[in-house]
């Protein structure tokens, strides 16, 4: 069984910073997976934030993060990133991280494991 499990939430003012983290166990190869962040905010739906590619050489952002948000990966360490700067008060919501046995992958992607998600709360 693949267990993702998602670290570095918390509480900033808007403007602020945080990273993320995703450490996987129970891969076969880490690398074999493609890595997404995805956030649920309370009254709207599940959105996807990123992705990125196995290798960590290709990556997709939603726009409303394009220039703010960083993902990347440590295939090394079986850990997913999200680097988040400049954080507004709509970046409030609950973070998951999810992975996919394919090479390329984004939102639209059937991600078949899931974490159980680390609260993000911008203040403005």
């Known amino acids: 069984q693949v267990q993702l499990v998602e670290s570095g939430g918390g509480s900033v003012q808007a403007g602020g910073s945080l990273r993320l983290s995703c450490t996987a166990s129970g891969y076969t190869t880490y690398s074999s997976y493609c890595m997404g962040w995805f956030r649920h905010a309370p009254g709207k739906e599940r959105e996807g934030v990123a992705t990125?590619?196995?290798?960590?050489?290709?990556?997709n952002y939603r726009d409303s993060v394009k220039g703010r948000f960083t993902i990347s990966r440590d295939n090394a360490k079986n850990t997913l990133y999200l680097q988040m700067t400049s954080l507004k008060p709509e970046d409030t919501a609950i973070y998951y991280c999810a992975a996919v046995r394919v090479t390329y992958c984004w939102i639209g992607t059937a991600f078949g494991y899931w974490g159980q998600g680390t609260q993000v709360t911008v203040s403005s």
């Open positions: 990125i590619y196995t290798g960590g050489g290709g990556t």
